[in-house]
């Protein structure tokens, strides 16, 4: 089993940056590929970015194309979002994610076998 613990969310005014971390632990990251999440209020779980075990292949979601870089560092048991030009829509709290599956990039959350506990991010307008 993998243990995922977030951080790095908070309050930033719109057009700020903030980098979310996500540490792992009980088993290495490079065996799953890695995606982040976020929920809205009163909104479904999306995909925000995800990458492949190695990081050479990534995917991001149209909305955040362009200002959010995902990025990982095997050797740290570390997974990155690099969020940049924040939006208020870009307000929900965000989530990593393990899936075994680690040759290939799937988006679906049901693809996903391992979830931290996610970290608020607010974004005021």
């Known amino acids: 089993q993998v243990q995922l613990v977030e951080s790095g969310g908070g309050l930033v005014q719109a057009g700020g940056s903030l980098r979310l971390s996500c540490a792992a632990s009980?088993?290495?990251?490079?065996?799953?590929?890695m995606g982040w999440f976020r929920q809205a209020p009163a909104k479904e779980r999306e995909v925000v970015a995800a990458?492949?075990?190695?990081?050479?292949?990534?995917y991001y979601a149209d909305s955040v194309k362009g200002r959010f870089t995902i990025s990982r560092d095997n050797a740290k048991n570390t997974v990155y979002l690099q969020m940049s030009s924040l939006k208020p829509e870009d307000t929900a709290v965000y989530y990593c994610a393990a899936d075994p599956m680690r040759l290939r990039i799937r988006v679906s959350a049901d693809a996903y076998d391992h979830w931290g506990q996610g970290t608020q991010v607010t974004v005021s307008s």
């Open positions: 990458i492949n075990w190695n990081g050479y292949s990534s």
């Open positions: 009980g088993r290495t990251l490079s065996m799953y590929t």
